[in-house]
């Protein structure tokens, strides 16, 4: 048994169980061994479940990073849908990831903030919108997931509306683009107009 197997059968477990289940000594169970064996990999429950979130979000991970022809916008937009996708793909997925510190990707991450401020994107405002987009979508895939037992729509007064997920995260994100722009070219125009020193 090694680390990766003991990540993989506890990602497994949490698809079967939802995160409030897991635990160390389900996993142990299901790997066939005692409990403190898991120690040998895992000193806490809380590494463990920092591992199980690195590896949830191995496909947005190895997603392509931005190009330097890429349009900024379309990145941006594919960058957090991209996001949303990995999240849903585990039971619980954002539980999971919330809270959890990315340092195995920090490179990817300055390589993509690196690629918005070369698109004109003032640095601070690109790690807002990032930061922004981030925890929005952490927040739409949080309500998503626990969507589960929701009236049907047929149930719902006339005037609420039927909740569409997808709808309103792409909704919900635009906005936050729109902001972006809005905010980078309103900082470009007044660079322009500001006179050389």
Not at 42 to 68: G, I, V, W, Y
Not at 94 to 121: E, N, Q, W, Y
Request: with cysteine; glycine share 6%; proline share 6%.
């Amino acid at each position: 048994m090694n680390r990766e197997t003991v990540v993989t059968e506890a990602l497994d477990l949490l698809d079967d169980v939802g995160l409030e289940t897991v635990s160390t000594r389900r996993l142990a169970k299901r790997l066939g061994v005692e409990q403190p064996s898991l120690y040998y990999h895992f000193r806490t429950k809380k590494d463990l479940l920092a591992a199980m979130a690195e590896a949830a979000m191995a496909p947005h991970a190895n997603a392509p990073l931005p190009s330097p022809d890429d349009d900024w916008r379309d990145w941006f937009l594919e960058n957090s849908r991209s996001f949303r996708r990995t999240l849903l793909m585990r039971r619980d997925g954002a539980r999971l990831h919330a809270g959890s510190t990315p340092t195995g990707d920090l490179d990817r991450i300055r390589h993509k903030m690196a690629f918005l401020v070369t698109s004109g994107v003032p640095e601070r405002d690109a790690q807002i919108a990032m930061l922004a987009a981030s925890r929005f979508t952490v927040g739409c895939v949080l309500e998503e997931q626990a969507d589960t037992d929701s009236p049907d729509d047929e149930d719902l007064p006339d005037d609420v509306p039927a909740l569409d997920h997808e709808a309103a995260f792409e909704a919900g994100l635009a906005l936050i683009l729109g902001g972006l722009e809005q905010h980078t070219a309103t900082r470009s125009a007044t660079a322009r107009r500001e006179p050389a020193r």
